[in-house]
């Protein structure tokens, strides 16, 4: 078996098998969506019913959170479209943008914090940099940067092209006025390629000259300044198209949950401390949609507010964070793929500066590895969201905790009113169901499939197949009447029991394998004879023979 996982290969797979197929295909695709086939569907659908019973029909496992009582979770289902006042109170309206330029050579749209990854992503970006470092890693012994004369000329050729010169030690300068200093200053030693490959692409030292934009990683054109992107798709309500009709489709679920939290505690016996959970769609006209499903222009996210006292706010952010963690890990995400990631100080937003935190649990990717992408974030927004629909709608969404308080005369507490606190665990689920397939994703040549999609059976799309060994002599019988017995058992655990009598038997389980089935029952000469059959286990592929009455119990066992 292989660690090698290559998302071409996944994208091929997801492709051929129904998990994902390019929205619109056939008209070309729309770049930024995707559909989900009827594997994909199902995976999806059993991935967000996971995290529905694991948050809300019974949060974290039933076990205590952090101030000791059981976790109190309500479910909530608002609207995609809202009144545009609240995307004013929440500042998406005035401020959530992405900073974008355009190529003046080719009018190519960019995000401009991602051109240095694309331009590291650019074949013609490293070739050049392989030019640069040449056979010998790039430098001589005395440590100065050395490059083959022959690629040097390939080198001078591009930058005169492009319109760049060419500068001391054949650093490409985009103006012969900004000298840049050599990437490879002393801490850049050991692992000089960021450095280099930008500095190769852009002629742009970071550190001399911010002020310069970097080259397009597409053609190598001039970018022009960065400008203000507002990322929220708009429409119109009714029949006139104006700026009093305008409407947006929500960015993200978790607007919809503060603008109800008054409803909630008035209409439902929750406490604080208590969280709202929804999932659903967000819609973002990302600037560069890119790798897979990962950024995407509609996508579904799964978000919890939970409201707690100020003082408490510490504990429940620890608690949602470790919690959190261990639920991707309970659904098959383990090992160094998956990692929690404090934020530092000055990624924080400015109302969590002086919060108990932010961290992200961060999955490597194959088109991130090394590195790592974002699954979801957990943040201590503090009372910000509450105290800005309180002022932008003038209704007071303070609470009343009759619990707290100095006692009163009679020995009660007085009660406190203060705006609760938000602990906010907000996911992906299509950057769920892509990391769950990345991870299952195992490539295995001593297998006919060559690729095995490991899913946790819980989550797998396909629960389990039962096949005739052959097409004949009662065999098809036997296991279309196993098949109805399992169906009518599991069709309510989140995925379909096969039957197929056609084809060698090798390759209908390898078709299982790419579908990621666990389990495979095989109907036999001996079944006929004894009433047992094979199962075949995905995952070592070894088979053992069990009672055929006893199938269905040994699947309860193993899906869990
Ligand atoms: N309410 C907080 C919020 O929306 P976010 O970090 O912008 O925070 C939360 O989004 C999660 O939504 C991310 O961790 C990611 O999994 C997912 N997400 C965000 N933008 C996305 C996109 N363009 N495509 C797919 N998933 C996205």
Not at 70 to 82: H, M
Not at 271 to 279: D, E, L, M, S, Y
Not at 343 to 352: C, G, N, R, T, V
Not at 499 to 525: H, L, N, W
Request: aromatic share 10%; hydrophobic share 35%; net charge negative.
């Amino acid at each position: 078996m292989s660690d090698r996982k290559s998302m071409d290969d996944i994208m091929a797979l997801c492709k051929r098998r129904g998990f994902i197929y390019p929205a619109s295909e056939i008209y070309g695709g729309i770049n930024g969506f995707w559909d989900y086939g009827p594997l994909g569907a199902q995976l999806k659908k059993n991935l967000r019913d996971a995290w529905w019973e694991d948050v809300v029909l019974l949060p974290c496992g039933g076990n205590p959170g952090a101030t000791g009582e059981p976790v109190s979770i309500v479910p909530l289902d608002s609207c995609i479209i809202q009144n545009p006042k609240v995307w004013v109170a929440s500042g998406h309206v005035g401020g959530f943008s992405d900073p974008m330029c355009t190529c003046r050579q080719c009018k190519k749209l960019l995000r401009a914090d991602h051109v240095p990854d694309l331009l590291r992503e650019a074949a013609w970006v490293k070739s050049l940099a392989e030019a640069e470092l040449g056979a010998t890693g790039g430098r001589d012994e005395g440590g100065e940067p050395v490059a083959r004369s022959a690629e040097i000329g390939r080198l001078k050729q591009w930058a005169r092209k492009a319109g760049r010169k060419l500068a001391p030690g054949a650093w490409l300068v985009r103006n012969a006025e900004h000298q840049l200093s050599p990437p490879f200053a002393a801490a850049e030693t050991e692992y000089p390629w960021p450095a280099l490959l930008h500095t190769v692409a852009t002629g742009v030292a970071a550190c001399d000259a911010p002020h310069l934009v970097s080259a397009c990683p597409y053609c190598g054109g001039d970018l022009t300044e960065p400008r203000q992107f507002n990322l929220m798709f708009h429409s119109y309500t009714g029949a006139v198209f104006d700026e009093d009709n305008k409407v947006y489709l929500r960015p993200e679920t978790a607007q919809g949950i503060f603008t109800n939290f008054k409803n909630v505690v008035d209409t439902m016996r929750v406490r604080v401390p208590f969280g709202i959970a929804q999932t659903g769609k967000a819609f973002r006209n990302e600037v560069t949609p890119r790798n897979f499903t990962f950024r995407s222009r509609e996508f579904e996210q799964m978000e919890i507010e939970f409201f707690c006292h100020p003082e408490e706010a510490r504990q429940w952010y620890a608690f949602w964070r470790d919690s959190r963690m261990a639920w991707w890990q309970a659904i098959g995400l383990k090992g160094d793929n998956l990692r929690l990631r404090e934020h530092d100080q000055d990624e924080l937003a400015h109302y969590a500066k002086d919060g108990a935190g932010t961290s992200d649990i961060e999955y490597r990717f194959p088109f991130t590895a090394p590195g790592f992408g974002e699954l979801e974030g957990i943040a201590h927004r503090s009372d910000f969201d509450l105290r800005q629909h309180q002022q932008h709608s003038g209704v007071k969404l303070e609470y009343f905790d009759n619990e707290r308080g100095e006692p009163a005369p009679n020995g009660q507490p007085k009660g406190e009113r203060y705006l609760p606190h938000v602990i906010e665990p907000s996911a992906g689920l299509d950057r769920g169901v892509l990391a769950v397939l990345c991870e299952a994703f195992t490539v295995d040549p001593a297998r006919p499939s060559g690729v095995i999609m490991r899913f946790h059976p819980r989550l797998a799309p396909i629960k389990a197949a039962v096949f005739p060994l052959v097409n004949k002599d009662g065999m098809p019988e036997v296991a279309n009447t196993l098949a109805a017995t399992l169906t009518k058992r599991f069709a309510r655990r989140g995925g379909s029991i096969e039957t197929d009598p056609k084809q060698s038997i090798g390759k209908r389980y390898a078709r299982m394998d790419e579908a990621g089935c666990p389990y495979c029952f095989t109907v036999d000469g001996d079944t006929l004879k004894d009433q047992t059959v094979t199962v075949r286990d995905r995952d070592t592929g070894g088979q053992e023979r069990i009672a055929i009455e006893q199938v269905a119990t040994f699947l309860d066992d193993k899906l869990g």
